[in-house]
């Protein structure tokens, strides 16, 4: 059996992605201006790596799916962590900036150009996506009705929701719907839960309360996952029970919490900011990435309390560095760093249909078999496929939905003023 799961081919891929990102070709990913503010300057230069770790390891789950027919967690407990790692610190990233909007307008943004910019900074590039997945599934369907021809079109409406509700798990009867998109649309469900519950939590904003609000979540969240892991954790293939599922839940809600939590603290003055200590802090932040591989590592094939209970901390920590305006020896700073997380979005939705279209080319799969520099050099082509579509992606489908959202929540914004009654003057 070729041994894959090596952990040199990842960090290979970051630096080839990295140099292919620095060619002229990138420098329309450099249309949207870093954004101004505590710390978000430096997640526009972290979201790339995040991205590519996710598709890192859906690259060998891809391989053993295309092994065994299974689509589940590889044997690889490197790779594995290193998706969940990039998921986490995507869900805290969403924690942070969205929080942070509430901090800045306290608790009172524009709900509706939120709203609307959520829609049509997510929308184009989903249903790009999707349509893409639709089409493979009728085609590997034989264009055929495989189920009642109201069933199948009530499974691609629920696909095109945008992720606002969870999408089913066929669509026309093809049972591995979701592996064409690597299954990546779950977060969105996820994503949407949080956007559409924070004009609940803003109060606490208006409150004045933000901090005792967000510390206590991520209190909260870490008693659960206590509670719930005690009597065992999670091994690959195995059906987890209700209770360790609460767990799982928690631990979303711990990682969109401690993005917000770590909002709030810099809201309050708290930060990693001398700039004299900048290189310690990189050095803790990365301390800090390591033990979370350690953690997980150590515990593989099994996902038990303390992995559970101490992976949000750790990385939260290294988050927390980060939005302090760290920005780990430079590297968050460099230009390529910078196009490659501007083009994230694509990375990340459209990583399963380059896989599905590089491996359904005559020949690949079995090439990709044989050994293991052959796989090697496949996964870095399909990387550097997948950063090239997602700059086509970002400049033909995703900008031009961010500005068409910007003018209608600026339409919208006008509206609402020109209804506001005018402020009492002496």
Same mark, same amino acid.
């Given at each position: 059996?070729?041994?894959?799961?090596?952990?040199?081919?990842?960090?290979?891929?970051?630096?080839?992605?990295?140099?292919?990102?620095?060619?002229?070709?990138?420098?329309?990913?450099?249309?949207?201006?870093?954004?101004?503010?505590?710390?978000?300057? !430096?997640?526009?230069?972290?979201?790339?790596?995040?991205?590519?770790?996710?598709?890192?390891? $859906?690259?060998?789950? $891809?391989?053993?799916?295309?092994?065994?027919?299974?689509? *589940?967690?590889?044997?690889?407990?490197?790779?594995?962590?290193?998706?969940?790692?990039?998921?986490?610190?995507?869900?805290?990233?969403?924690?942070?900036?969205?929080?942070?909007?509430?901090?800045?307008?306290?608790?009172?943004?524009?709900?509706?150009?939120?709203?609307?910019?959520?829609?049509?900074?997510?929308?184009?590039?989903?249903?790009?996506?999707?349509?893409?997945?639709?089409?493979?599934?009728?085609?590997?369907?034989? @264009?055929?009705?495989?189920?009642?021809?109201?069933?199948?079109?009530?499974?691609?409406?629920?696909?095109?929701?945008?992720?606002?509700?969870?999408?089913?798990?066929?669509?026309?009867?093809?049972?591995?719907?979701?592996?064409?998109?690597?299954?990546?649309?779950?977060?969105?469900?996820?994503?949407?839960? @949080?956007?559409?519950?924070?004009?609940?939590?803003?109060?606490?904003?208006?409150?004045?309360?933000?901090?005792?609000?967000?510390?206590?979540?991520?209190?909260?969240?870490?008693? !659960?996952?206590?509670?719930?892991?005690?009597?065992?954790?999670?091994?690959?293939?195995? *059906?987890?029970?209700?209770?360790?599922?609460?767990?799982?839940?928690?631990?979303?809600?711990?990682?969109?919490? !401690?993005?917000?939590?770590?909002?709030?603290?810099?809201?309050?003055?708290?930060?990693?900011?001398?700039?004299?200590?900048?290189?310690?802090?990189?050095?803790? #932040?990365?301390?800090?990435?390591?033990?979370? @591989?350690?953690?997980?590592?150590?515990?593989?094939?099994?996902?038990?309390?303390?992995?559970?209970?101490?992976?949000?901390?750790?990385?939260?920590?290294?988050?927390?560095?980060?939005?302090?305006?760290? =920005?780990?020896?430079?590297?968050?700073?460099?230009?390529?760093? =910078?196009?490659?997380?501007?083009?994230?979005?694509?990375?990340?939705?459209?990583?399963?249909?380059?896989?599905?279209?590089?491996?359904?080319?005559?020949?690949?799969?079995?090439?990709?078999?044989?050994?293991?520099?052959?796989?090697?050099?496949?996964?870095?082509?399909?990387?550097?496929?997948?950063?090239?579509? #997602?700059?086509?992606?970002?400049?033909?489908?995703?900008?031009?939905?961010?500005?068409?959202?910007?003018?209608?929540?600026?339409?919208?914004?006008?509206?609402?003023?020109?209804?506001?009654?005018?402020?009492?003057?002496?």
């Amino acid at each position: 059996m070729v041994d894959i799961h090596q952990a040199w081919p990842y960090f290979a891929m970051l630096a080839s992605a990295l140099a292919f990102a620095a060619l002229p070709w990138f420098r329309g990913a450099e249309r949207r201006p870093p954004r101004a503010g505590q710390g978000s300057d !430096t997640l526009d230069g972290l979201r790339g790596f995040l991205a590519l770790s996710v598709f890192a390891s $859906h690259a060998i789950v $891809h391989h053993e799916y295309l092994r065994t027919g299974v689509w *589940k967690p590889s044997p690889s407990a490197f790779y594995n962590t290193a998706g969940l790692l990039g998921i986490c610190l995507f869900f805290m990233i969403t924690g942070f900036l969205f929080w942070n909007k509430l901090l800045r307008a306290g608790g009172r943004p524009g709900w509706k150009a939120l709203y609307v910019g959520r829609v049509f900074r997510l929308g184009p590039m989903y249903l790009l996506a999707v349509l893409t997945m639709i089409a493979i599934v009728a085609y590997r369907t034989g @264009f055929e009705w495989r189920v009642p021809p109201s069933q199948a079109i009530a499974s691609a409406l629920g696909w095109l929701a945008l992720g606002i509700v969870p999408p089913p798990p066929t669509l026309n009867g093809y049972a591995d719907t979701g592996t064409i998109l690597a299954g990546v649309t779950w977060t969105l469900f996820f994503e949407w839960l @949080f956007y559409f519950s924070l004009p609940i939590s803003a109060w606490f904003v208006r409150r004045g309360r933000h901090l005792a609000f967000t510390s206590g979540l991520v209190a909260l969240c870490l008693l !659960t996952i206590a509670a719930a892991s005690w009597n065992g954790g999670f091994e690959p293939g195995v *059906k987890p029970r209700p209770v360790l599922l609460l767990a799982v839940l928690a631990e979303l809600a711990l990682m969109l919490g !401690t993005g917000m939590f770590v909002a709030s603290l810099l809201h309050a003055g708290f930060g990693a900011r001398r700039r004299w200590l900048q290189p310690v802090w990189s050095v803790v #932040a990365l301390l800090c990435l390591a033990a979370v @591989f350690a953690i997980m590592i150590a515990g593989a094939p099994r996902i038990g309390l303390a992995q559970l209970f101490l992976l949000c901390p750790l990385a939260g920590a290294f988050f927390f560095i980060v939005c302090s305006g760290n =920005r780990l020896f430079g590297v968050l700073a460099w230009p390529a760093s =910078r196009r490659l997380s501007n083009l994230s979005y694509g990375i990340y939705l459209s990583q399963g249909l380059i896989l599905v279209a590089v491996f359904a080319i005559p020949g690949v799969g079995a090439y990709a078999a044989g050994s293991g520099p052959a796989f090697c050099l496949v996964y870095l082509g399909c990387a550097l496929l997948l950063c090239a579509s #997602a700059l086509l992606g970002y400049r033909y489908v995703e900008e031009p939905g961010i500005r068409m959202g910007k003018r209608i929540a600026s339409r919208l914004g006008a509206e609402s003023g020109a209804r506001a009654p005018l402020p009492a003057t002496t």
